[in-house]
């Protein structure tokens, strides 16, 4: 078995760690690349490509090698090392901008969502067919009971038959309950199933339709719009539940990556959306009666990096007071660029009443102080130029960028909060397009 070609300098690290479990699993052929690529009629190349990092396999190629090892080793692969590998293919997967890779992505979300649907109609039919034997049994003990009662009028003696029966039928009648409720479930949840694969199909036949490319492409993140099916999450009050079924468009993970913590004087001042490696958007609210001049940290993915205040909406100083002044942002410049790739968003300017968005900031004071909190807001309507928005808003959540679930797209940054927390104003994500020192795509 030859040597593997080493790793570049700068390979991301979600393509590196698939890379070495690749390798890993390799390892186990103990044949060289050439031989393995000739009896799976690979190239060579390409093969040495997918373990040194450079290019990324589609899910086949891993699946394969997967059953490979294991007819080696005289054994099956289990479910734990196939999600392992799953789950860093797809890490690897939005960690890439090249259309090829979304592509792939897409076919990997429709899989599980295919998948998904499968083993919901299976519940279902399971369901439908029980309780079908379910009230057949009904039926007969209700027949049963009527010839009983004839025979009990000609000989009204006690029968220990009929209360066995009577016990048996409302035990049924029970269970028939209870089928009835869980069959309506997994009718809803398949459902649900059948439109995320409409959804997800949709989607793959509209980045089918744009340019493809074969090369492993730069890689860096991607916006939100391909999610893995398996990581999106409910997010209620603070609590995280996980939500298979959902038919979100958004992820608490890309959320986070976009939210930055603001810091002054060794405390939290607010949120920030992080635009790029050196520049975040933020409102006035977040940052309070700042000075110009004053440096502020910014917390982005573990790093801490300082920034000053490039811009200010309004830019005269004395409009800024005002608890309600619109647009009330401020462009921050980071010292130093962070370390991480930041994801691109697409703006939604226009939310309709009802839309429910995702913010994940870090609360500015109380028992969690310090601590990432996440929340569901609903959009309730305009007040003038700000967009209305109605749920747990904690104090410290100001600044922090708020994004459809559905869409996945900007809707804007926590503004203005009620004292009680539950009512707040957002800045609308189009309100950003005013900040002179910075250029958004049309």
């Known amino acids: 078995m030859g040597e593997l070609r080493q790793f570049d300098e700068g390979l991301p690290g979600e393509l590196r760690a698939l890379a070495e479990a690749l390798r890993r699993l390799f390892a186990g052929l103990r044949i060289s690349e050439r031989r393995y690529a000739a009896r799976r009629s690979y190239d060579s190349s390409t093969i040495s490509r997918y373990l040194s990092g450079r290019r990324l396999p589609p899910w086949e190629f891993i699946l394969n090698l997967l059953h490979d090892v294991a007819e080696e080793r005289g054994t099956v692969p289990t479910a734990e090392t196939t999600e392992m590998l799953r789950s860093l293919h797809i890490a690897a997967l939005e960690a890439g901008k090249s259309p090829t890779h979304k592509v792939q992505l897409l076919e990997q979300q429709l899989a599980l969502a295919d998948q998904q649907a499968r083993r919901v109609a299976s519940r279902e039919r399971w369901l439908e067919d029980t309780l079908r034997d379910k009230e057949h049994r009904i039926r007969d003990l209700q027949m049963q009971f009527r010839e009983l009662q004839a025979s009990i009028s000609l000989d009204p003696g006690p029968s220990a038959r009929g ?103 060794g405390r939290i001042r607010g949120n920030g959306l992080l635009v790029d490696r050196t520049t975040v958007v933020t409102t006035w609210s977040a940052l309070g009666a700042l000075p110009d001049g004053v440096p502020v940290l910014v917390i982005a993915s573990g790093e801490a990096v300082n920034a000053e205040v490039a811009e200010w909406l309004p830019s005269d100083p004395e409009d800024r007071g005002g608890r309600e002044v619109f647009p009330n942002l401020a462009v921050l410049r980071l010292a130093s660029p962070i370390a991480s790739s930041v994801p691109t968003v697409n703006f939604d300017g226009q939310p309709p009443p009802g839309s429910q968005l995702l913010v994940s900031g870090y609360v500015r004071s109380g028992p969690g102080a310090g601590e990432r909190y996440s929340c569901l807001l609903e959009v309730k309507g305009r007040t003038g130029s700000w967009i209305r928005v109605e749920g747990e808003l904690v104090n410290g959540l100001g600044g922090a960028p708020a994004f459809h679930v559905g869409t996945g797209a900007l809707v804007g940054l926590v503004g203005v909060r009620s004292r009680d927390g539950s009512k707040g104003l957002l800045v609308p994500a189009e309100a950003l397009r005013d900040l002179t020192t910075l250029s958004w795509p049309d």
């Not at 719009?225 to 939500?243: L, M, P, Q």
């Open 163 to 265: 209360m066995d029966r009577d016990a048996e039928r409302a035990r049924l009648c029970a269970e028939i309950r209870q089928l009835k409720e869980e069959l309506e479930q997994a009718r809803a949840l398949h459902r649900q199933a059948e439109e995320r694969c409409d959804q997800l199909e949709r989607q793959l036949a509209e980045a089918e339709g744009g340019p493809r490319e074969d090369g492993p492409g730069e890689l860096t993140a991607v916006g939100p719009e391909a999610v893995d099916e398996s990581t999106i999450r409910t997010v209620i009050h603070g609590d995280v539940f996980y939500n298979i079924n959902s038919q979100w468009a958004i992820d608490e993970h890309f959320v986070e990556s976009m939210t930055v913590k603001l810091l002054s004087d």
